[in-house]
């Protein structure tokens, strides 16, 4: 491989995880945009979207080798479960955990969600201890589990060096249109408007008629089906998953919002696909222990220079 | 000699012109009013006065001094000297296992002695050899424009204006609910003559004395107020004309020569409101300037000095309160076309 | 009563002086009182945290970037693989003065920002600090940790490590002194004003207080007591441990030590690390041995040990406390007159 297809390669592979971590970016950024919640505990609500679609895949019999009609209606059946068990799990804990909450203290309701967080962990870890052959026979529960290669590594570029396959083409297609829907159900659709109404100013958007707790639970679901999405793209892509995954992806997609201006869709997506670039570049330029060093010193130099994100709204204090 | 002298002060919010071309000046000693219909840009103005806007264009003079600070010295070497230590830093971080093992492992041997002035010769030797400037210019060249570029967002800010004797309250009270009363005066006394760390935490002998002086002060602007009974209530359970006075009690704390009032009989009773004009006049006395927003045309015409008009972001007339309240496009801007007539 | 409500904390440090007593009554299975020295480190971390996140509203995730600083600078201070060799005090005043130093370079570009985006830069701070100490292995001796740190030496005393009570008397004295430097604090000028910032950050500026010198005292003694906590804890262990022992869940029970016990009180914070740190050293450690002496279940199980449980527990143990009193276990006082109306 020459230098010019290094670095081709290497732009590809982070704009897929890039995308990815967009794609969980736009899960803090909604829930930070609607009640001013950093969402700790979305990196971990992935994790277990993943380990629930390692379990859908084993129930399914689906391994590398499967093919015909059954395999592939499986393998869409995750796009469809894995995120309505995440959407179902966010409800949940919006409406146990966050809603009793809404006039206390901003702090409290982070502490919440980190209660949550750790609460995810723990039953991403006794998921790992399942008896199942996927799982390792529920002998180490801890052990990362392998999630089998479905999506085809054939190169579909020919047989020159730089690798496009179907796993990267898979990111694609998942995560463009999702990002798209997404801006036109925020942009166009009724519930959409209700939940921009309610971002800006929830007292007038409950006296204008809008059922405030209703948008908030909606958004959270959003942001978790969105998560469940993500969880499925990133096993198929990286096929490994362990259950302490959500803290290392959490953090990517929360800096990525944050870099992106938080509480800005476009500006998550942004934020998410130059994470990704600079993750890939700076583990084939620099080094990769110094990865996490280079991410976030980018973040804290383009804050001090755009305080409110690369596209994050100017905001002013109301006197 | 005019405490406040604002010239030709716009404020755009994209395509909206709140302020538009707007000068006043207030004398030493005055009480001037601004008066307008709701949304004239009163407040606006007001906020880019007290520096908590950056005006969009247009400057506004205090006491002589421009409220848009320009780059003086002090900026200059607070720039010069963060660039500095970011290129330092810089060049440290990068290189930190090389310096250590030149200048530590190199020379230590294990429980000897170390031989001090030689490494530091060897440090010395390394900063400026030629393998460390690249990471030094990087350094000095992301710290200067970090260090610029807050420095070119903090050109305006209230705290500046308020030491140099400008006070404010607020349209919507913005006591520290959570303190007391007394406690809402002293910080604004802290913030001129507080203790430091070392005094607070030590109780160090000044810090008594220090602190005997700002409740003293505390306690007669509360009674200057009228609310010295309330000194150790907390500030959310006073009634709200009461919330007001302390808020000028607060302002007041801080040794204005100018003092803005933004709306301050705002939900008065006629009872309140009369108290308000004999507590504006009370502090007029004491040698402060006053400038007022104000709907309530009864306040605004018994004290003021000279009246300023404001309409949808421009002045419309300025004058005395008779000269105001015959001008016609006044009335027009308050009752419509047909009144003007 | 309100008095003794305020003073609280000094009533937890003298029952915590006593503790040790009432320990040799115990029989040898129920003895804790060894097991309170990580509880007084942790309360020096949450002590500094609550500086910073509960008098200032300073959203902190990088507790653990401060107390890994002040470790390693500690252990690079005293152990002699390196050729300072320092004393006790020295090494704890070095490891001060790095953790003060990494808090100013830290806030000179962030104290500016908005509150989430300052959470965030402080979590890429414990990143960062973790990161660094890993990859410098020259001079961090990487995923090993230094050691042996030798034992402290006072005033002629040697601190062997199979005697606890000693090391139990000094954690409890610096403690004891930081309370009381953190209680005069927040009951002076400089207390007041970081409280002002949390209430109204622009009324604050706008009665002259410069905000971000404000914010940028806090950060220094915040930086100060976890760089503190750092050492001790690096003192306590004898080793620094692997650079991951300083991760983000260090910074995430400090914090919810602080927000458990009442965000910006004082004894709320000695409260908050004896229930999360006790939980954890004390409780957990118990029931395993209990659970072990049963030794009935099969051990590959992953439901059948109870460090298994631990996060499930302590999560769920975080969401009903917050559900049921938000505000803490011993709310700051401040809040305290508020309630009822």
Request: charged residues 15%.
């Amino acid at each position: 491989m020459n230098d010019t297809e290094v670095l081709v390669q290497q732009l590809i592979t982070g704009l897929c995880n890039g995308m990815i971590i967009a794609l969980i970016a736009l899960g803090y950024t909604l829930v930070y945009g609607i009640i001013e919640l950093i969402n700790f505990a979305h990196g971990d609500l992935v994790m277990l979207g993943a380990f629930m679609a390692l379990t859908l895949v084993a129930f399914f019999d689906l391994n590398g080798a499967s093919s015909g009609p059954a395999a592939w209606v499986g393998l869409a059946s995750l796009f469809v479960i894995v995120p309505a068990f995440c959407a179902g799990v966010n409800w949940l804990a919006d409406r146990l955990a966050y809603r009793p909450l809404r006039s206390a203290p901003k702090l409290s309701v982070l502490v919440s969600a980190i209660g949550l967080s750790f609460i995810f962990v723990n039953l991403g870890l006794f998921w790992g201890g399942l008896p199942l052959e996927l799982f390792g026979g529920g002998n180490a529960a801890a052990a990362p589990k392998d999630f089998p290669g479905l999506i085809g590594n054939t190169n579909l570029l020919g047989a020159g060096n730089v690798q496009f396959t179907y796993k990267d083409l898979l990111v694609v297609l998942i995560t463009l249109p999702a990002m798209g829907l997404l801006t036109y159900w925020v942009k166009f659709t009724t519930m959409g408007k209700a939940m921009r109404a309610v971002a800006q100013n929830p007292t007038a958007a409950r006296l204008m008629g809008i059922n405030a707790d209703r948008v908030i639970s909606i958004t959270f679901m959003v942001g978790g089906a969105l998560g469940g999405l993500a969880s499925v793209v990133y096993a198929l892509y990286n096929n490994t998953i362990y259950f302490q995954m959500g803290y290392r992806i959490g953090m990517d997609a929360f800096t990525a919002a944050v870099l992106g201006g938080i509480g800005s869709l476009p500006g998550a997506m942004l934020g998410g696909i130059l994470i990704g670039l600079v993750r890939a570049l700076t583990d084939q330029y620099i080094a990769t222990m110094w990865t996490n060093v280079m991410v976030f010193s980018i973040l804290i130099l383009v804050i001090i220079f755009r305080p409110s994100g690369l596209m994050g709204a100017k905001v002013k204090d109301k006197v | 000699m005019s405490v406040l002298l604002v010239n030709s002060l716009c404020m755009r919010f994209g395509g909206l012109v709140a302020v538009n071309n707007v000068s006043l000046k207030v004398d030493t000693g005055q009480i001037v009013s601004v008066i307008g219909p709701n949304g004239a840009g009163k407040t606006t103005a007001f906020n880019a006065i007290t520096g908590v806007y950056p005006p969009s264009s247009g400057e506004v003079i205090f006491n002589g001094i421009n409220a848009r600070r320009g780059l003086d010295g002090a900026n200059v070497i607070a720039i010069v000297s963060t660039a500095l230590l970011a290129g330092f830093l810089l060049l440290l971080i990068c290189n930190a296992q090389t310096i250590w093992e030149q200048v530590i492992n190199a020379h230590y041997v294990y429980l000897e002695p170390f031989p001090w002035t030689k490494a530091v010769r060897e440090f010395g030797s390394f900063v400026f050899s030629s393998a460390a400037w690249p990471y030094f210019v990087s350094g000095f060249l992301l710290g200067g424009a970090g260090a610029t570029a807050i420095w070119f967002r903090s050109r305006t800010s209230p705290f500046i204006l308020c030491k140099a004797g400008m006070a404010r309250t607020f349209q919507n009270i913005r006591l520290f609910q959570e303190m007391s009363v007394i406690e809402n005066v002293l910080v604004a006394i802290d913030a001129r003559a507080g203790a430091n760390l070392f005094e607070a935490g030590l109780r160090l002998p000044s810090f008594f004395g220090k602190r005997r002086a700002a409740l003293k002060a505390a306690r007669e602007l509360l009674d200057f107020v009228q609310l010295e009974k309330f000194a150790n209530q907390p500030a959310s359970a006073l009634p709200y004309g009461y919330q007001r006075r302390l808020e000028i009690a607060r302002a007041l704390a801080t040794h204005p020569k100018l003092l803005l009032l933004d709306e301050p009989a705002a939900g008065m009773n006629p009872a309140e409101s009369e108290e308000l004009i004999t507590l504006i006049e009370r502090i007029s006395e004491r040698g402060v300037a006053v400038l007022l927003i104000e709907h309530h045309m009864k306040v605004v015409m018994s004290i003021s000095d000279r009246i300023v008009v404001l309409d949808y972001g421009n002045k419309i007339a300025e004058g005395s309160a008779a000269e105001v309240r015959a001008n016609p496009r006044v009335i027009e801007a308050y009752l419509g076309k047909e009144a003007a007539r | 009563m309100p008095r003794l409500r305020s003073n609280l904390h000094f009533v937890f440090l003298a029952v915590a002086a006593l503790c040790p007593l009432l320990d040799t009554l115990l029989p040898e299975q129920l003895r804790f009182a060894d097991a309170l020295r990580p509880i007084f480190i942790f309360a020096l971390l949450g002590l500094g945290l609550n500086v910073v996140t509960g008098f200032t509203g300073l959203l902190n995730l990088g507790a653990a970037g401060f107390m890994a600083i002040g470790g390693y600078s500690y252990a690079i201070a005293t152990c002699d693989i390196y050729p300072f060799q320092l004393g006790f005090f020295g090494a704890l005043l070095m490891s001060a003065l790095t953790g003060m130093t990494a808090g100013i370079l830290l806030g000179l570009p962030t104290l500016r920002l908005r509150g989430d985006y300052l959470a965030i830069a402080t979590l890429g701070f414990g990143e960062i600090v973790q990161s660094i100490i890993r990859n410098l292995d020259v001079i961090t001796k990487g995923t090993q940790g230094i050691n042996p740190i030798p034992a402290p030496i006072l005033f002629g005393y040697v601190f062997q490590p199979e005697n606890y009570l000693p090391w139990y008397y000094l954690f409890w004295s610096i403690l004891t002194v930081a309370v009381v430097v953190v209680s005069n604090l927040e009951r002076s000028s400089v207390g007041r004003r970081w409280i002002s910032v949390r209430e109204d950050e622009l009324a604050s500026a706008c009665m002259g207080t410069d905000v971000v010198r404000a914010k940028m005292s806090a950060f220094i003694v915040g930086a100060i007591l976890c760089s503190i906590a750092g050492a001790l804890w690096v003192s306590y262990l004898g080793s620094t441990g692997e650079p991951g022992n300083y991760d983000f869940q260090i910074s995430i029970i400090a914090l919810c030590m602080v927000i458990v016990g009442g965000l910006g009180s004082i004894p709320g914070v000695l409260l908050g690390a004896l229930v999360m740190i006790g939980f954890n050293s004390i409780l957990l450690t118990k029931i395993a041995a209990w659970i072990n002496s049963l030794s009935t279940v099969s051990s590959t199980n992953v439901l059948a040990s109870p460090n298994n449980w631990k996060y499930l527990i302590f999560g769920l143990a975080l969401v009903v406390m917050m559900r049921f009193k938000p505000e803490g276990l011993l709310p700051a006082g401040r809040h305290y007159h508020r309630r009822g109306k």
